[in-house]
């Protein structure tokens, strides 16, 4: 078949280690089994490299990778330098900090912390994310200090070591960082939002040129869906299927 | 008058043609007025495909996400260890966080309650377990709102397809109703057109293709009832046309006829047409043994009446003589004036004995007449006759012996009848 042609494919998957099986790597877990289940589908064989986030577009534009894994939203300036697939899940975006951080702040604040309220604090985010990008947006009106992270687990040892007072994560990858740490360590703090994209749909990235390879792409996310094996995937990272 | 009549009538491709458009016409609207049923079943049925069922789906994961959440808050107060509380809140924060919840409004903020409530519920019952049981009845309530937006969701999704499909149902019955509609108006044109060429082009053309057929010059000119088609009016008035000339053609073919057979001066039989008929006369008599008997006659002194009163004189004596034969000979005898003063007969199934006693009438009402001439002087004219059998034997034989006798009576002194010897 064609689809040969594209062997051998090039995927990149967020993250700077091998994540299956590995303690703090549940998102990228997901990626890396849909990454090599989307291979298989269309016939490919595959190479993986798990890269940050902020690697995964320069390297598909640049024709190093041929497909990036990473919870990408879609964003109309993402629009002009990759292809999107169809897509994945949907996602939204959510502050995360520890609850005496939250309380701190609220009563600073006069009400609530939330994204769109928050002032005055320091917020870190994986570089080359939307939730970056949307801080870098805000920060200088709400003087916010803008802490760059290679990867979620980054966000989470900033707070950890105090060098940030928030994280705006992903809510998947936020759940994850979470459910890792000691209860009550840290907590979704504020409603989450989908608006300012930072939520949505959730994409594979690929060359804007290859079409042939975008099609054979929405063809296996099309069969991953229909018989289960995506709903399979999720459950074995995630103790609920959310769709 | 006739010229306004035949402005009025229509020519038939012209009839047809508007016939035609008025069908194409009609048809064609309902054409497209099944063309835009068609679009628009196509229409819903991508909007089904593309847009419903996706919806659908939508409103079914939103319900599923809900129902998520109230399986998660029961786990909240069935927990026995506060870690497996704070599990479920967490994924009941997950699950609020989803942008399928987020983008509902009413999902949206029960999902906020239900996120606060179980989050304060997890945290009190941190320092005293206690409050798990008393907060339960809220839940509850809170519960049964989540069930009740689950369902309204799950009603509201269904029923998008049933909307769609409704739409469907009704723009085919509606398109089934104008399929009637065509078929009846197309049986209606073929009917309708059926009726137009019989009665204004078949039956035109049969009564045509009858007048025709029985077309003779004796029979009345054809007839035809009004008709509106002006090229069937044309052959029409061409077959009566035709009838008229096949009339007058009859007219001057008597007419040739009788200048060819007849003489011009007596109205008699010319000689031609005289030995022609005789001919066939004799030969018919002696095919059936029936007698037959052929005179010669011949005006006495003739000559010198032209002499004395003039050639005029003359042909009043020939046509006065004509005329006298005219109305005494029977109508099966032929008389012809043979040449000059000499005049033939033809006795048809008489033997000499009966034709004798014609001539002898012949001659003797000839010899009592008195014929006014022009200038009114009164003449009187006698006639000799030759008689003979002609039963048997050629008609030129038989006026050869009609001849001699004639040369006998001329010579025995005129104005008598002689027979022929009979034939040995």
């Given amino acids: 078949m064609a689809i040969v042609a594209y062997d051998p494919a090039q995927v990149s998957a967020q993250g700077d280690r ?15 089994e849909l990454a090599r289940e989307t291979c298989r589908r269309i016939k490919a064989r595959c190479h993986f490299s798990y890269v940050p986030f902020a690697k995964i577009l320069p390297g598909i534009e640049s024709g190093r990778f041929d497909l990036g894994f990473g919870n990408v939203l879609r964003t109309p300036n993402r629009e002009k330098r990759v292809a999107f697939s169809d897509p994945i899940w949907r996602s939204s975006s959510r502050l995360v900090g520890a609850p005496a951080t939250a309380l701190a702040f609220a009563e600073r604040l006069g009400k609530p912390v939330r994204i769109d309220t928050l002032r005055d604090a320091r917020v870190a985010a994986t570089a080359g994310s939307r939730q970056q990008d949307y801080l870098v947006g805000v920060a200088e009106e709400r003087r916010l200090t803008v802490l760059a992270a290679a990867t979620p687990a980054e966000t989470i040892d900033m707070l950890r070591d105090n060098r940030a007072d928030f994280a705006l994560l992903p809510i998947r990858a936020g759940y994850s960082q979470i459910s890792r ?9 504020g409603p989450a939002v989908a608006d300012h994209g930072l939520g949505d749909s959730t994409h594979i990235v690929l060359h804007k040129q290859d079409q042939r390879l975008r099609l054979a792409v929405n063809r296996a996310i099309a069969e991953i869906r229909a018989d289960g094996t995506f709903q399979r995937i999720m459950q074995r990272h995630f103790p609920i299927s959310l769709d | 008058m006739a010229s306004d009549t035949r402005l009025r009538r229509l020519s038939a491709s012209k009839a047809f043609g508007i016939l035609a458009a008025i069908f194409v016409l009609i048809f064609s609207a309902v054409v497209a007025l099944l063309a835009f049923d068609h679009y628009q079943v196509r229409a819903t049925a991508e909007r ?23 399986h998660e808050g029961e786990r909240v107060f069935s927990s026995a260890s506060p870690e497996e509380r704070q599990q479920a809140v967490f994924l009941i924060m997950l ?11 009413g999902a949206a903020a029960i999902a906020h309650d239900a996120e606060n409530f179980l989050g304060e519920t997890n945290r009190l019952s941190r320092s005293d377990p206690a409050t798990l049981k008393a907060r339960q009845p809220e839940w509850l309530r809170l519960s049964r709102r989540i069930h009740l937006l689950v369902d309204d969701i799950s009603v509201q999704g269904a029923n998008l397809a049933t909307v769609d499909l409704d739409h469907m149902v009704d723009t085919m019955r509606t398109a089934g109703l104008k399929l009637l509609g065509a078929l009846l108006l197309v049986g209606s044109f073929v009917l309708l057109l059926f009726m137009l060429l019989r009665n204004y082009l078949i039956r035109p053309l049969q009564r045509i293709d009858h007048a025709l057929s029985s077309l003779d010059v004796e029979a009345a000119a054809p007839e035809f009832p009004d008709t509106r088609l002006g090229e069937i009016l044309a052959v029409e008035d ?23 057979n007849r003489d011009g001066l007596t109205g008699l039989l010319n000689r031609r047409h005289f030995m022609l008929n005789a001919a066939t006369e004799i030969a018919r008599a002696q095919r059936y043994g029936r007698p037959v008997a052929v005179a010669l006659g011949d005006l006495d002194y003739f000559k010198r009446l032209n002499d004395t009163y003039g050639h005029g004189a003359g042909d009043v004596v020939l046509r006065t003589f004509a ?26 199934e008489s033997t000499v004995e009966q034709a004798h006693v014609l001539v002898e009438r012949f001659r003797q009402n000839l010899a009592e007449t008195d014929i006014r001439l022009a200038d009114g002087l009164l003449v009187r004219i006698t006639l000799s006759i030759g008689l003979a059998d002609a039963s048997h034997g050629l008609l030129e034989t038989a006026l050869q012996h009609a001849d001699h006798a004639l040369y006998e009576a001329k010579r025995l002194g005129r104005n008598r009848v002689i027979v022929a010897a009979a034939a040995e």
């Fill in chain 1, 18 to 32: 091998l994540p299956v099986g590995t303690q703090e790597a549940d998102l990228m877990g997901v990626a890396d």
């Fill in chain 1, 181 to 189: 740490e000691d209860p009550a360590r840290f907590e979704f703090v």
């Fill in chain 2, 48 to 70: 089904l495909q593309e847009e419903t069922v996706p919806e659908i789906i939508r409103y079914q994961r939103l319900a599923r996400n809900l129902d998520q959440l109230n």
């Fill in chain 2, 95 to 105: 699950v609020a966080s989803h942008p399928s919840i987020l983008e509902h409004p």
């Fill in chain 2, 238 to 260: 061409a077959t009566v046309r035709l009838h008229k000339a096949m009339v007058s053609n009859e007219a001057a073919r008597r007419e040739l006829e009788l200048l060819a």
């Fill in chain 2, 323 to 348: 005329k006298m034969l005219s109305t005494s000979a029977r109508h099966s005898d032929l008389v012809c004036r043979y040449g000059g003063e000499e005049f033939a007969f033809l006795f048809p």
